[in-house]
């Protein structure tokens, strides 16, 4: 019996990191800043657009000025193209996705589906079959739902490769769920043509199972301290998007994890994003504050 409650608790974490997602909650911008065209020959500057190339460069040469295109730069001073954030975060889950296709461990036998078209299937089960993030206290019916959640919704191949990827690649944990997240917060500025990325519904019955039922509650304490904070941040940060949105349809208060959480944190010092989480932290419980002081 206790090691089936050991492999249901594995079960419930890797799913997080797929709804969550991995690699935090901030999105990072990368800005460049283009220099000056230098000042060319004002004779030089109007013949350029209207002569051959080979009558360009022996002026060029002759006035010793560096080349230049249209735009009066020179390629050492074009500022280098911006990367489109959408494209990196795809590859960036895809990259997964063939990482975890060359593992042995996820090699099924004579299936031809890789890894990304399975889980592509199990959230779209999760997403037909959401669990309740509320209410246990009122309905044991809903308790019991909640407990065998996952065992009712995914067959045993799916709770296998799960258990599976949770204790082979359970160090890289932190990289794969803010990959995952970003790739979440993305979700109104890039496309998702293929359809499979978790609506902020589905993410908030999930976060809200895991951080405010009893169910959800035990698995996560049941589990590494690391794997439990982790977890535990990015569902505070789902419901917060859930509750500024209006759309914290269970009245799910997370005012009462957030310091807790933070204390914790601070002890966790080998944590990437160590200072990212507090100061989200921080960010949300000011926030909080303001709105109780409003009201």
Same mark, same amino acid.
């Given at each position: ?61 002759? !006035? ?17 193209? !911006?990367?489109?954030? @959408? ?23 004579? $299936? !031809? ?76 500025? @890039? ?27 035990? @698995? ?28 914290? $349809? ?18 966790? $010092? ?26």
């Amino acid at each position: 019996m206790r090691k089936k409650q050991k492999s249901r608790a594995w079960l419930w974490i890797l799913l997080v990191l797929v709804l969550m997602g991995v690699i935090g909650y901030f999105i990072i911008s990368e800005k460049t800043t283009g220099s000056e065209a230098p000042l060319i020959n004002e004779k030089l500057a109007s013949f350029e657009t209207n002569i051959p190339e080979e009558i360009s460069q022996s002026i060029r040469e002759e !006035k010793n000025v560096p080349p230049t295109d249209l735009t009066g730069e020179t390629p050492a001073q074009k500022s280098p193209p !911006k990367e489109d954030p @959408c494209a990196q975060v795809r590859e960036n889950i895809m990259g997964f996705f063939r990482y975890l296709d060359q593992k042995e461990y996820v090699q099924n036998p004579g $299936s !031809k589906t890789d890894t990304y078209t399975r889980f592509k299937i199990i959230l779209n089960r999760l997403a037909a079959r959401p669990p309740v993030p509320a209410g246990e206290g009122t309905s044991p019916e809903i308790l019991i739902q909640n407990i065998y959640h996952f065992y009712r919704i995914l067959d045993r191949k799916d709770l296998g490769l799960i258990r599976q990827i949770i204790n082979k690649d359970k160090e890289t944990l932190e990289i794969n769920l803010e990959m995952f997240f970003r790739w979440f917060d993305l979700r109104n500025q @890039c496309p998702d043509p293929d359809g499979w990325r978790p609506s902020l519904e589905m993410l908030y019955k999930y976060a809200g199972f895991l951080i405010n039922t009893t169910g959800g509650r035990a @698995c996560l304490f049941r589990r590494p301290s690391d794997i439990r904070l982790l977890i535990s941040y990015y569902c505070v940060l789902i419901i917060n998007e859930a509750d500024k949105k209006g759309r914290n $349809s269970d009245g799910i208060d997370i005012v009462p994890f957030i310091e807790p959480l933070r204390k914790e944190i601070l002890l966790h $010092s080998h944590f990437h994003f160590q200072s990212e989480y507090i100061n989200k932290l921080d960010t949300l419980k000011m926030y909080y504050q303001s709105r109780r002081t409003s009201s």
